[in-house]
């Protein structure tokens, strides 16, 4: 299982301290905004699944986000629907170091 916490293994020297980190980790994990749309996000043929609803895939697809965690949102969902993006855009505070493939990326 791929650990958030990179030093994990020599951290982890005994039970308590294996128990708080695993603790941790569950914590960074569901505060990440990628996990989050991993969570509730899923694609089976032209379907478009959020959160249980269903949303069949008809004609051309835009993602539109703002805020701190719209890149790393952004970027998971180009992972997740891949070609179907049409495009979009996001505005995020910060320039980030990656682009994304399909949604433009403005700073503001």
């Given at each position: 299982m791929f650990k958030l916490i990179k030093n994990f293994k020599e951290l982890a020297k005994d039970r308590i301290k294996a128990d708080l980190l695993e603790i941790l980790e569950e914590g960074l994990k569901v505060?990440?905004?990628?996990?989050?749309?991993?969570?509730?996000?899923?694609?089976?043929?032209?379907?478009?699944?959020?959160?249980?609803?269903?949303?069949?895939?008809?004609?051309?697809?835009?993602?539109?986000?703002?805020?701190?965690?719209?890149?790393?949102?952004?970027k998971e969902i180009e992972e997740i629907l891949g070609d179907r993006i049409s495009g979009g855009a996001i505005i995020t505070p910060f320039k980030p170091t990656e682009k994304l493939s399909k949604v433009h990326v403005l700073i503001g």
């Open positions: 505060a990440n905004p990628r996990y989050a749309i991993k969570k509730a996000l899923k694609m089976h043929g032209r379907e478009l699944y959020i959160k249980g609803r269903v949303f069949k895939l008809r004609g051309k697809l835009f993602v539109i986000g703002f805020g701190k965690a719209s890149f790393e949102m952004a």
